[in-house]
């Protein structure tokens, strides 16, 4: 076989290997939605000056998983203390709602209307999360992430793929330019990792919070703004079993 025929062939299975190839993307952005309509999980809370309607998103908690993580902790009294074998499914379908939560962030969703007859001004420290016995106050806007990254099955799927059809190709580049078995000269480089065939396991996702984040807001008699208010439970494991609360004098 002379050696343009060779060439002509190795730039073949090249294009081929381009075109096999499954690529996913590394980043990904995401823009938070609110739903609209009435919501099931929508709390009232009534005050002088103000009604707040809110949504504390929570995420899917699965029977004895309470259990387990505190197991995990080396809180063993603990554990036995909250045995649970109750399924408690999450009140949203909002995909990034999701990913804010498994990021131990939880937001929630707030409809704030003046009903004084004078102008009013509501900060975001005006509010906190409350289990009944701990306390947490909200984070912050300026501290939310603007990025996070998460683990993609689907890159580690095509990575799979990607490299059957290199190590196949790549043998039959064996087969039919190296009559002794071995391989011709630079093909073994085509099985190494590189960005033409190889997916980055985690994805960097992106969030756009658009106008949505309650930082501070001016608000006329009989005037509503809608927004999201974002904490973090630290080492809480879960949202559930949380609800609003306002300080109607900011601190």
Excluded at 25 to 34: G, I, M, P, S
Aim: net charge positive.
């Amino acid at each position: 076989m002379n050696q343009s025929l060779k060439i002509k062939i190795l730039i073949c299975i090249v294009i081929i290997i381009n075109t096999s190839c499954i690529h996913t993307n590394k980043h990904e952005v995401k823009k938070v939605e609110l739903e609209n309509g009435n919501h099931a999980f929508s709390k009232t809370l009534n005050y002088k000056n103000l009604q707040i309607k809110n949504i504390v998103y929570t995420e899917s908690k699965f029977p004895l998983s309470e259990f387990f993580n505190k197991l995990m902790d080396g809180e063993f009294s603990e554990s036995i203390k909250s045995v649970n074998f109750n399924l408690k499914l999450t009140n949203t379908t909002n995909q990034i709602m999701h990913d804010l939560l498994s990021n131990g962030i939880v937001p929630v969703h707030v409809s704030i209307k003046n009903v004084s007859d004078n102008e009013m001004t509501v900060y975001y420290k005006q509010f906190y999360l409350t289990n009944g016995n701990d306390t947490n106050e909200t984070f912050s806007p300026k501290y939310l992430p603007n990025e996070f990254k998460k683990f993609s099955p689907p890159a580690v799927a095509a990575n799979v793929f990607n490299f059957t059809v290199v190590l196949t190709i790549t043998f039959m580049i064996a087969l039919l330019l190296s009559p002794l078995g071995h391989l011709p000269p630079g093909s073994a480089n085509s099985s190494k990792k590189s960005d033409s065939i190889y997916n980055d396991t985690e994805k960097t996702v992106r969030i756009d919070y658009k106008h949505y984040v309650i930082d501070e807001k001016s608000l006329k008699p009989g005037e509503e703004v809608y927004g999201l208010l974002f904490f973090s439970l630290k080492r809480i494991k879960s949202a559930h079993g949380f609800y609003l609360e306002y300080k109607e004098e900011a601190q």
